[in-house]
């Protein structure tokens, strides 16, 4: 029998501070008073239960993003189960059969329940770890304070919905305002990097440092240096990486971020203590599990074809165009083949027949970037424009650039219907949206 662990979860009203003694406290929405909620540690193949008690004026359910559950424990509103009413709770329960790094956020009216404070790690172990001194999380995020540091109240409006999303002033790492980081010279830290910004994309340089990229989404990557020393990471994505620390203690290294503007701002300083670490780990070289999940089989795979379409600019009116400016007369910005979705019961994009392989070709016609994320499963990305991504990386968020179209194969393994959206959460909520059906 399997071992059983149980967390359990309160999501509720608390308030914070990102930086004591230089922000005012910060009312948020948190799991058991703190963002990020509680990490959530397991070890692959443990079977766990956590009791969800909703604290919250609303509704509210959880969802473990990335993680391969039942259909009934994916925590979509009135999709896979009904949602947990105020002052009421629910009980998930259900095994883990992927090593990795995952997170847990709520999936009703996400786009304010995340932007105000809940979501946390889930962090599931391997069964024979790597070697590393140290196993950091930093959960990322970017919040939209007003100059008293409360959260801004204008969730949703018009513009973050129609264009990339809700953008915020003050970026943190694990709810705290970033200052520095300290290492010691000589150790090997594993860094598992989780967005859980609503609509940010972080591009992070390493300055002076070549760090490893070892799992992307949680799934095992062969350990390669990201090119320009720089980790593009969508909202919803998660990077693993593995720092070297060998470097002279005298020297500091800085993380910036530069997505959007092309201008660096510093994300965090790392600073070498002053002691020093004669690591045993640095010896041996990276061995990583290899991946549990299901192989696609080429050989007769069927494809299909999504297309991403809308927003504000560079919109091409693919299928029923009419039909689109009606739609976006009632404030739906963004579509998946011509449809916004309008709540969560909606007819199937595609219906997959179970444990077949599919080749899925997603095309985005529009001028913005989207991280488009499927539940239930993980996909391979093999290929971009094209040409065959050099490490056909396992995801379930995968970052499309303006007009790109990217290749995806997966093993239909998982029976129900599954959510299949854009992450950034505002334009989730204005249609970028859909069903997957596994029958
Ligand atoms: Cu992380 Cu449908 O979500
Ligand atoms: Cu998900
Ligand atoms: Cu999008």
Known sequence: PQPMRHFSLRPGKASTQLAPGKYPMTPVWAYNQSVPGPQIRLIQGDRVRIAVENALDEETTVHWHGLRVPHAMDGVPHLTQTPIGSNKHFVYEFDVPDAGTYWYHPHQRSAEQVGRGLYGPLIIEEREPITVDRDVTWILDDWRLKSDARISDDFANRHDMSHNGRIGNTVTIN???????????????????????????????????????????????????????????????????????????????????????????????????????????????????????????????????????????????????????AMMREGKMWFINGVAASGHVMDPLLTLERDQSYLIELINDTAWHHPIHLHGHSFRVVSRNGKPTPHQEWQDTVLMAPEEQVEITLVADNPGDWMFHCHILEHQAAGMMGIIRVS
């Open 175 to 325: 709810g705290l305002a970033p200052g520095n980081f300290r290492v010691r010279q000589g150790e090997r830290i594993r860094l598992r990097l989780i967005n859980a910004a609503n609509a940010r994309i972080f591009a992070l340089n390493f300055q002076d440092h070549q760090p490893q990229i070892i799992a992307l989404d949680g799934q095992p990557v062969t350990p390669h240096e990201p090119a320009n020393r720089t980790v593009v990471l969508g909202p919803a994505m998660r990077v693993d990486l593995v720092l070297d620390l060998t470097g002279d203690p005298d020297t500091r290294f800085t993380i910036t971020d530069t997505f959007y503007s092309g201008l660096e701002y510093e994300l965090i300083d790392v600073v070498y203590g002053p002691e020093s670490l004669r690591s045993n780990a640095l010896d041996s070289p990276i061995a990583l599990p290899a991946n549990t999940l299901p192989e696609p089989l080429m050989a007769g795979i069927t494809r299909h074809q999504i297309r991403f379409n809308g927003g504000m600019m560079g919109q091409m009116m693919m299928g029923d165009g009419n039909n689109m400016m």
